[in-house]
């Protein structure tokens, strides 16, 4: 079994600060981060009325979610029975 290698990135403060806006909890990591982005850039590329349809979603949804508005895993297993 092949363990993903990890690497250290060198980032500007402002580019840490910039990366900490797309947090959508405090514990995300920037790797959860950066692979956020990155699926976002590649959206805006490939398909670019798609993207602005995901990036208003992910604009409603980050607002849900600092509004306190969202379920937990567990309480998303107990209504659907799992």
Request: hydrophobic share 35%; glycine share 2%.
């Amino acid at each position: 079994m092949r363990m993903d290698v990890i690497t250290t990135l060198k980032i500007h403060e402002n580019t840490k600060r910039d990366l900490d806006q797309f947090r959508e909890y405090k514990n995300e990591s920037y790797d959860e981060v950066i692979k956020k982005v990155v699926f976002i850039a590649k959206t805006c590329k490939a398909e670019p009325e798609l993207s602005q349809e995901t990036i208003q979603a992910i604009e409603k949804a980050r607002e849900r979610i600092k509004k306190g508005k969202f379920l937990t895993e567990s309480e998303a297993r107990k209504r659907l029975g799992l």
